[in-house]
Every structure is written in C-alpha cells, then in structure tokens.
Nanobody, 112 residues
Framework: QVQVVESGGGLVQAGGSLRLSCAASGSIFSIYVWGWYRQAPGKQRELVATIASGGTTTYADSVKGRFAISRDSTRTTMYLQMNSLKPEDTAVYYC??????WGQGTQVTVSS
C-alpha cells in the first residue's frame, strides 16, 4: 500500500507560479510511475504530467514548457512546478502513484 498527500495549492493571478508537492509513504519501493492529474468542475480528470522510475517525464500538450515534474533524491516526494499559470489551469490537482494510489487533491485557482 502507498499513501500520498498533496500540498501547495492556492490562489494565484494569471502569469504567476505555484509549486505542488506530493509526499508518499508506505511501500515506496513499489512506485514505478508518479503522476499529476487535474479535474476542473464539470470535466473529466486529465493527465498533467508523469515521471517514471527511470526519470522519463511526459506532459500534456497544454502544459508543456510551463510545468515541470520532478522528485527528490529519496523518491518519497514529487513536485509539480507550475509557471505562467492561466485561468484554464484552475482545477483540483491530484497526485497518483502507479495510477492506483491517489491523494485527496489540492485546489489550484488562477484568477484572470
């Protein structure tokens, strides 16, 4: 079992930055892919970015060049650096481990 907890959301103006964190505990060794997902009101949850155990990263087209996913050297914490935020980035952001273990989500609101 893996437990993940997100933090770092908040309210920011368009063009601003936020850094989300995801702390994992439990069977950390079993995590082969981390991911950030988001869900806006009335929309389905969508993939934002992933980072695999080997370090390979992927990004949704809508965030390429603005967001960066990373993890610390202990692989117990994952981050999402979000720059040049837009109002359409407003959503609840979820951390997922192996697309199976999910946090409670953290709200990101970008005002225009």
């Amino acid at each position: 079992q893996v437990q993940v907890v997100e933090s770092g959301g908040g309210l920011v103006q368009a063009g601003g930055s936020l850094r989300l964190s995801c702390a994992a505990s439990g069977s950390i060794f079993s995590i082969y892919v981390w991911g950030w997902y988001r869900q806006a009101p009335g929309k389905q949850r969508e993939l934002v970015a992933t980072i695999a155990s080997g370090g390979t990263t992927t990004y949704a087209d809508s965030v390429k060049g603005r967001f960066a996913i990373s993890r610390d050297s202990t692989r117990t914490t994952m981050y999402l650096q979000m720059n040049s935020l837009k109002p359409e980035d407003t959503a609840v952001y979820y951390c997922g481990a192996n697309r199976a273990y999910w946090g409670q989500g953290t709200q990101v609101t970008v005002s225009s």
